[in-house]
C-alpha cells in the first residue's frame, strides 16, 4: 500500500549510505570497533557506565532478566500494555510474569501502586516501559523497589535520548533496555542496546551475549587472546559492524529528531484540544519524553475498526499500541481471564496516528483535518 502518510518513516540519507559502505570495505563486519564505537557513544548520551549492543531488544531484555538472577519458580512484575517482548523475555527464563495495571487515561505507564500490590516473597524484578517515550512515575517505583529490594529492568525501547530530571531513560533503573528496530525513534533495522552502571552485571551481560565465553574473536584477532573458556550457558545474541555504523550516524540524528517529534506532537495536542479525542500525557506530562508515537483515544461512540478504515480510505496508516498482553490466546491459556480495569478500558479506545521526524506539515495537516472530520 502507498501511503499518503505512513505511520513511521525512516531518516536515512547519504550518511547512512556512506557508514555501511565503509564497513563493507573494512572487511570486518562483526563485534569490531563501530561496535565498539557505537557502545562508547550510547553510554555517553545514557550516561551509563557500560552500554553493551545487541541484535534487538527482544535479547537485551532476555539478558537483563537472566543478568539480575530471574529463574524458575520467580515472579516479574511487567506492564500488560506494551508490546508482547516485554513478558516473554520473563518467561524465556523459567519464570513467571504478574501484570500490573497503567495508572490512566492520561497516563499510559505503569502504576505503582497496582506494582505494590502484586509485590510477593517470590519477586524477583520489577520491569516498567516507557510508553511512548513519556518517563514511567521512576520516584515511588524506586521508592518500592529500595523498600523490597527488587531490580528494576526498564524497557525503554520507545525512549532513546529522553530523561527525567535531567537523568536519561534508560539509567533509572539497575538496567535500561533499548530497541533500534526499523520503526523506533533510533533505527537499525535489527538492533538493540543494555546499558547500566553495576560491573558485575555488565560481566554477566558480556558473557552470556557471547556463548559465556571467555574471550572474543575481536581480542583473538587483535593478538590479545589465544584461546578460551565457557563458564555459563550463553547465546549470541551480538549485534555487527553494519547495525552498529547505522547507529552512529542515527545516534547523531537523535536530538534534533527528537525535537522534530515533539513540535509535531504539540501540534497535534493544540488541534485537537477542542475534539472529543483523549490525548494520553498531554496534561501530565513530566520530563524530557523522546515522543516515540502519538496515541489517541476515541470518544466511546466512534468504532474504532471504521475509523481506522476510513483513515486507510484517506490514505492515513493507523496502529493499536497494544492489544494488551493479558489478552492474547498464549498468555490466557497460560494464567486464565485477567481483568486490569485501566489497561482494559484504555486499550479498547487507543488509535496511534502517524508521527516520524521527516513528516511534512502538509502530512501533519492532513492527518489533522481526516481525524477532525471523522470524529467531530
Ligand atoms: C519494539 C519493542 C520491543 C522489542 O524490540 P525488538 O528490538 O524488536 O526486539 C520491546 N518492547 C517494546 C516496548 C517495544 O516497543
New binding site residues.
Partial sequence: MNWKVPLADLDYDHHEEQAVLDVLRSRWLTMGEVSQKFEAAFAEQTRCKHAIAV???????HLACLAVGVRPGDEVIVPSL?????ANAVLYCGADVRFADVLSNDELTIDPLSIKSLITPKTKAIIV???AGFPCQMEPILELAQEHHLPIIE?A??APGASLNQIPLGAWGDIG?????S??NLSTG???MLTCSNDSLAEKIHLQRSHGMTSLTYDRHKGHAFSYDVVELGYNYRIDEIHSSLGLQQLAKLEHNNQRRREITYKYWHAFADTPLGLPFSKTMQGEPSF?IFPVLLPEKVQREAFMVNLRNAGIQSSI??RPIHTFSYYREKYGDMNLPVTDAVARREVTLPLFPTMTDEQINAVIETVKSLVE
Fill in positions: 541484535s534487538n531488544a527482544t535479547q537485551a531484555l506494551t508490546f508482547v517482548a516485554t516501559m516507557h510508553y524497557d525501547a520507545h533496555c533499548f530497541s533500534f528496530f520503526n523506533k535489527e538492533g538493540g516515540h499500541h497494544y
